[in-house]
Structure formats: C-alpha cells, structure tokens
C-alpha cells in the first residue's frame, strides 16, 4: 500500500463489540485451581497478568455476585461458578452422549476414560468416568492437560491442519513436567504427526510417573474431527505395547460409537 493510499478493508480493525472488563473478569474467575485455591489480590494479579487495581475491581465484582467467597484479604470460587460449567455441559450434547460410553468403557477395563476438547494450549476434559483403580486425585470435569505432552493433547493438535498445529505448539509454554516428559518443539511436532498418521497417541509418564494413557480422537458424523477419547492406567499393570494391544481395540469401539450419534454443533 502507498503512503497516501486509504486503509484496505482487509487491515486489522480495532474490535469494538469486544468487552476487555468481561474478560479479564473471566481471566479471574478462572485463575482457581487446585495448587491456587484461596489467592490474595496479589496472587490474582500475577496469575492474570494484569495490574492490582484491575484485579481488585474483577475480585470485587465476583465476590458481590456471589461467584466469589472471601475472608476480606483471600478469595476462592463460589458454588455459584458451577452455574457457569452447568450451562455449557446440559446445552451441549457430546458430554451427555459421552459420558455412558466412558461409563461402559470404564467398567469393561477397569481404568478411568475421559472425553477432552482443545482450549487455547491444553486439553480440557469435558466428560470422564473414573474406575475403582484411581490414578490421581485433581482429574476431574474441567481439568487441563497440557496439549504437547498429553495424548489427549496430540491427537487433539493432530486433528488441526499441520500448520495450525505447529504455530499452536510454538506458542504454548513447554517444559518438563517429570523426567520422560517429550517438550521439545520438533519433538513434539514430530509425535504430532505420527499421531496424525496412525490415529492414535500415547503418552508414557509425562504427566505423571507411574501413569500410561492412549487416546483416539473423535469424529461427528460428517467426518469432523471434535474431541479425543482416552483411557489410563498405571504402568505396573502392564507395559506400553501391552497397554496398546490391549486397550486400544475397545477405546475405538467406544470412540465410533459415540461419532455415530454426533452431529456437528
């Protein structure tokens, strides 16, 4: 474009429809976790990446809507924010139209079986049915796992174009979790890939030691790709490939079943 050209239509606009206060209130509300339960204005404001005063007036607003408790120096989460997971689980039909399934599958290999959809650089479980052999305490509806070194994460990235997948792997933070965590970008891309090719993707440890997990991503109807199935199990029951062999044939099962009554959202 010259110098005294007008603006292309194509030049990226300021939006103005978007709301900055909503978000960062968003950013708050979801800052909680399970390390991070009970947090000072201080706290939120290093985990949002935004200002004390910025922090203080989200905290203020939370805790007089009730989504937020408070002893007058630390917040944490209200039930009230339960409002906010319910309305996303019973208006939309995967976790309902999931959740026997991982119920079934559950029961028939004794393990825990999750149901995950990719927000920004993690995997979220979205439905999950938990075994008698419990893995670990904290792995519940709404965790994240980080995508690059989970196999919910990589059969998620798998299912993006490659291109896609890559820019989404370079940006996200990446670090070991334990010793035999996989986060070095070619690395990565490269498990990425052979998820994309065999159609499914393991992960070996690298969350948690002593914890295998496979994973299968899930197609609707129409042939598009929408979540990843997975299952887990300590690795003294039984090796990896074992693991695979055994598990993977009742995982894809479950996982067809379930593409065969979803349509596209």
Partial sequence: MRK????SDDAQQPDRSFVTALQKGMDVLTCFNREASRLTQTEVARLTHTSPASARRSLHTLHAMGYLDSDGKRYWVAPRALLVAHAYLSS???PALAQPLLDALSERTRESASLAKLVGGDAMIVARSTARRSLSTGLG???RL???CSATGRVLLASLPPAEAARRVRAMPRHPLTAKTIYKTDEVLAL???CR?????TNDGELELGVRSLAVPVFDREGTPVAAMSIAVRTERMGLVEFRE????????????????LYRE
């Fill in 246 to 261: 055994a598990f993977l044939p009742a995982l894809v099962k479950a996982r067809d079943n379930l593409g065969s009554r």
């Fill in 92 to 94: 939309r039909p995967t």
């Fill in 4 to 7: 005294n050209d007008p603006p």
């Fill in 141 to 143: 509806i709404g965790a």
């Fill in 146 to 148: 980080p995508a690059y």
């Fill in 197 to 201: 090719e065999q159609g499914w993707a």
């Fill in 192 to 194: 990425v890939a052979s």
